[in-house]
């Protein structure tokens, strides 16, 4: 997936493909998990499934609401995957509607993800990136072994500052981590790079309400690179229809019945960082003692309004006309305190908004 107005790859590819220990599977060496990059649909069980080595057949249709790809893992009398990938027309998301179906004569306890393989730099995954999570607690999945006061798998932990640390900082990552957001908790979840200015923003939709996202990295030292040949490294951003891997997490789906959700992912560029973002509108915020900057960037082409709100009232107002292709930016004066920012369409319709802690 290529953003077409800066010509930059969203996803990490993997310049060889070769079988790693990643995976559920006990022992690791059990795994053959090929780390390609790309998007993948992992299912029927938890983490990577076991599908992702087999054939799945595609179509596109086109309507004039925008251009799907289908890709299906499906046949009579077994359970199956497919996936709608959807690019809408005149908008820089994509939407990713997976359905499960049971055409089996028994319910099936079931495992079902995506998960997007992301580097946000075209050396690799960079240490400058920043994960963007509006949830004050995560659940730890798995965690490297070195001496950071991050909690063992199954315990919450509060996001983002851990004993001094801030995991929103990947430089600050001690180990690989994995954690999961539950979707009722956050409303997206997502990672920017501001040395590239790319990013990538998962919002999850109809049906999703009872999933959750993850994350997983292996942090900037990890010597480990064994699934590739050139030494690049990536990170994930998961979403499913189950809140966690474990298996009392599992979804029971009865014979003939459909799983399926929604979710939205914006690739998106241009942005000095990323500091919250919805489907329609992503923001950048600024605040350094008189420097005061937003900059917002938006999913379609629209005309719209700015107002940064403070104690005193309006504080900043201001209409633009806005496409996908690039951030508009404004310098605003010194508040008295939080701020909220609100940004509308010419309707008048909230896209966005967000109210600042300090």
């Known amino acids: 997936a290529v953003i077409k107005a800066t010509n930059q790859e969203v996803f990490y590819h993997n310049p060889v493909v070769k079988p790693s220990r990643y995976g559920g599977l006990e022992p690791a060496?059990?795994?053959?998990?090929?780390a390609s990059g790309g998007m993948?649909?992992?299912?029927?069980?938890?983490?990577?499934?076991?599908?992702?080595?087999?054939?799945w057949h595609y179509r596109v249709v086109q309507t004039t609401a925008g251009t799907s790809i289908i890709l299906a893992d499906t046949a009579p009398e077994r359970i199956g995957l497919q996936v709608s990938v959807t690019l809408p027309e005149d908008s820089s998301t994509f939407i990713v509607q997976p359905k499960f179906v049971n055409n089996v004569r028994e319910s099936v306890p079931v495992q079902v993800w995506t998960n997007a393989a992301l580097a946000l730099d075209p050396g690799g995954m960079s240490s400058d990136t920043q994960f963007i999570i509006p949830s004050e607690v995560i659940t730890v999945h798995s965690r490297g072994e070195a001496d950071w006061a991050v909690p063992d798998a199954r315990m919450q932990a509060p996001w983002p500052q851990i004993a001094g640390n801030d995991l929103s900082d990947y430089r600050q990552w001690a180990n690989y981590l994995g954690f999961f957001v539950s979707n009722r908790d956050a409303s997206f979840i997502a990672a920017y790079n501001p040395t590239s200015r790319l990013g990538m923003v998962?919002?999850?939709?109809?049906?999703?309400?009872?999933?959750?996202?993850?994350?997983?990295?292996?942090g900037p030292a990890f010597p480990d690179r064994s699934y590739t040949d050139d030494e690049s490294q990536y990170f994930e951003i998961w979403g499913g229809a189950n809140a966690a891997f474990w298996p009392e997490y599992d979804i029971e789906v009865s014979p003939g019945q459909k799983l399926t959700w929604t979710e939205r992912w914006w690739p998106l560029a241009g942005l000095p960082q990323l500091t919250w973002a919805t489907s329609r509108a992503a923001i950048s915020l600024s605040q350094t003692g008189q420097n005061n900057q937003l900059s917002i960037l938006v999913?379609?082409?629209?005309?719209?309004?700015?107002?940064?709100?403070?104690?005193?009232?309006?504080?900043?107002?201001?209409?633009?006309?806005?496409?996908?292709?690039?951030p508009e930016q404004w310098d605003f004066p010194e508040p008295s305190g939080p701020i909220t920012i609100e940004i509308r369409d010419e309707a008048g319709t909230l896209l966005l908004s967000y109210t600042s802690r300090t």
């Open 202 to 218: 998962r919002l999850p939709e109809s049906g999703a309400e009872l999933g959750a996202g993850k994350i997983f990295a292996f």
């Open 40 to 55: 993948e649909w992992a299912y029927p069980t938890q983490e990577h499934g076991f599908r992702f080595g087999v054939p």
């Open 29 to 34: 060496e059990a795994n053959w998990w090929l």
């Open 299 to 326: 999913a379609e082409p629209l005309t719209g309004s700015v107002d940064i709100l403070d104690g005193d009232g309006k504080l900043f107002e201001a209409s633009f006309r806005a496409s996908p292709a690039g």
